[in-house]
């Protein structure tokens, strides 16, 4: 008699849990009242400037729900704070899709988190748009049906600036510090294929942690190395520590760095002004643009998230999320991630954000080619150095030829 209680009981639990995983699993991701998109960010952590890309996301979507939503389901949006973290970014991507039911993502500022997110949102063909790095790999033949990126490749944006140091500031000798993940890797790429088509080498290429607390080691051996100009391919708290180290020692380089460091009024007050001068790649408007479109954004997001400031971070994520706007107003009301897909592939030179123009097919999954390259002025101000720019270089782009 025990022992057909105790079977009983099993048999129970085994159907509960089969229930309860049954409720978790396969969710579409929306339902008649609402679509369900999500972001994991670096709220705290070594990047957590960063996080500002996730809460502009959330102004986007906010102002789409108080103009009535799309064909009358609301956005559902969710951060979770990955720490800058690859495992917790696995963490928060299982929870959400496992047990929230995520129609799509957007952003994900990490490059080592959203490779090891992206198979697994892939397996379960969750949309990807636009993924909030350009560590991952668009490029692949075929490309992921599920991820739409319109973020410049690293490769590309350092090919770009480093042939503006040499051709037009005449810089012969430039050194890389990089982070030690795949995000500075790639960056690094870049730098060696415009130069060794300039039949030039690095001075010097050393890679830092990303948690590292102390980078005198690396500033001493750039100067050493006589590097004139230095790239930083490093997350923000890097940076800061790099070019305060520098100072110190009174090693003055040319640096340039990322569209990650672009939001120069945040980088000159972190750096005590000390950014003053620092050239980097840019992918979105100024902040204080005139652009109607922008000046709508800004003033949304001075209501909607007083106690963020509105910088280039809040900007790209807005411009994360606008082409996955767009695509769930062109589809209508009967929402499947197939018809999304098919909305998306039709971009062709698409314009209606703030970033740069866009164009998606079938086969290609790069929707962007290019970079602004621009410098931090007197008090953080914006100096535009050189308008969209492709990389001459590319291989992807032959590739698609």
């Keep these: 008699m025990r022992k057909m209680v105790s079977i009983s009981t099993m048999i129970v639990i085994m159907i509960f849990f089969v229930a309860v995983n049954a409720s978790f699993a396969q969710k579409p991701g929306f339902d008649d ?91 379960n063909k969750v949309l990807w748009v636009v993924p909030g790095t350009a560590a991952l790999n668009p490029i692949d033949d075929p490309p992921s049906r599920y991820r739409f990126h319109a973020y410049p490749l690293f490769q590309d944006e350092t090919s770009v600036l480093t042939k503006y140091a040499v051709e037009k500031m005449g810089i012969k000798k430039i050194g890389f510090l990089y982070q030690n993940d795949v995000f500075g ?76 460091l672009s939001d120069y009024p945040l980088m000159y007050k972190l750096s005590d002004g000390l950014y003053e001068g620092v050239i980097t790649s840019a992918a979105a408007p100024e902040p204080d643009s005139k652009d109607p479109l922008v000046t709508k954004y800004r ?57 740069a123009p866009i164009t998606w097919t079938a086969d290609q999954r790069q929707g962007v080619d290019s970079i602004q390259i621009a410098k931090c002025g007197p008090k953080g101000s914006h100096v535009l150095l050189q308008d969209w720019t492709p990389n001459d270089l590319a291989t992807w782009k032959k590739k698609k030829k």
């Design 33 to 123: 009242k609402e679509i369900r998109i999500a972001q994991f960010s670096p709220q705290t952590g070594p990047a957590a400037v960063w996080g500002a890309v996730a809460r502009g996301t959330s102004v986007l979507i906010d102002l789409v729900n108080e103009e009535g939503g799309i064909h009358g389901r609301k956005l559902n949006y969710f951060i979770r704070d990955d720490q800058y973290n690859p495992s917790q970014a696995m963490s928060a991507v299982r929870e959400l899709v496992d047990r929230r039911g995520i129609f799509a993502f957007t952003g994900g500022v990490s490059g080592a988190g959203c490779h090891a997110v992206k198979q697994y949102l892939d397996r």
């Design 185 to 260: 890797k790639v960056g690094l790429q870049g730098a060696k294929q415009r130069l060794d088509a300039l039949g030039m080498k690095l001075v010097l290429e050393i890679p830092v942690e990303p948690t590292t607390a102390d980078v005198s080691s690396q500033v001493l051996r750039l100067r050493n190395a006589g590097a004139e100009a230095v790239f930083m391919w490093v997350a923000p708290s890097l940076a800061i520590m790099t070019l305060k180290t520098s100072a110190s020692i009174g090693y003055k380089p040319q640096w340039i760095s990322h569209t990650g």
């Design 299 to 355: 003033n949304a997001a001075k209501r909607l998230a007083p106690n963020d400031r509105w910088g280039v971070f809040m900007s790209v994520g807005i411009i994360y999320v606008e082409p996955l706007i767009e695509a769930l107003r062109r589809v209508g009301p009967n929402l499947s991630t197939e018809a999304v897909i098919s909305e998306l592939e039709k971009f062709d030179k698409w314009k209606g954000g703030i970033g």
